[in-house]
């Protein structure tokens, strides 16, 4: 009995499984995890989303992008090792099944520029472009950057919209070198993005 022709619009749901075992589902954003009580995260069940985790309470700090899944410790959500806590949490909006981005290499979009449309790019270097980012205009679409090639390293969001300078996506060093699309389920029912280990 699959209904995959008339799937509705599902609310985002998130379950964070704490350690020393108690569960909270979330169906919305909790800008402080640690004011709601809940400190610890061990590991994440995505029912439906995606969803970005916060290093920091207020939606600041290294940047975790989570899909649907299982993520049952803090090192099957994070490349760059760096920390093992998240204290905030929001569904991340998808709205589109177009995806198009252009990152370019100096803040205020200008210097060498490189531009995707529809695709993921698990090395920018392959395509030719070799400069660092330090700014991204997203003309449609949500996508996550990262730091080093093959999807690895810090993450960064990037929703509709301009990012002036690397400050904006919050990135210490203007340095992205691989990116994908976030896509929604609703459209794309198998999933968009299965990590190799």
């Known amino acids: 009995e699959s209904s995959e022709h008339t799937t509705p619009t599902r609310k985002p749901l998130c379950i964070l499984l704490l350690l020393g075992g108690r569960s909270q589902e979330l169906t919305s954003a909790c800008v402080n995890l640690k004011e709601a009580g809940l400190e610890k995260v061990g590991s994440i069940l995505v029912h439906s989303g995606p969803w970005i985790g916060y290093e920091q309470a ?52 200008t210097g060498k520029k490189i531009e995707i449309i529809d695709d993921d ?44 300078d690397s400050a904006d996506f919050g990135a210490q060093q203007p340095q992205i070198q691989s990116v994908r699309r976030i896509r929604d389920m609703q459209w794309h029912q198998r999933g968009a993005f299965h990590p190799v280990s």
């Open 121 to 164: 790019v698990p090395s920018f270097h392959a395509h030719g472009y070799q400069e660092k980012v330090s700014s991204v205009r997203v003309q449609s679409g949500t996508w996550v950057g990262y730091q080093y090639p093959g999807y690895r390293g810090y993450q960064y969001l990037f929703e509709k919209g301009d990012y002036k």
């Open 58 to 109: 207020s939606c600041k700090g290294e940047q975790f992008v989570f899909e649907k899944g299982e993520y049952p410790r803090w090192d099957s959500w994070t490349n760059s090792r760096r920390s093992d806590s998240i204290m905030a949490f929001r569904p991340i909006k998808v709205d589109s099944q177009e995806h198009k981005i252009v990152l370019y290499e100096n803040p205020s979009f």
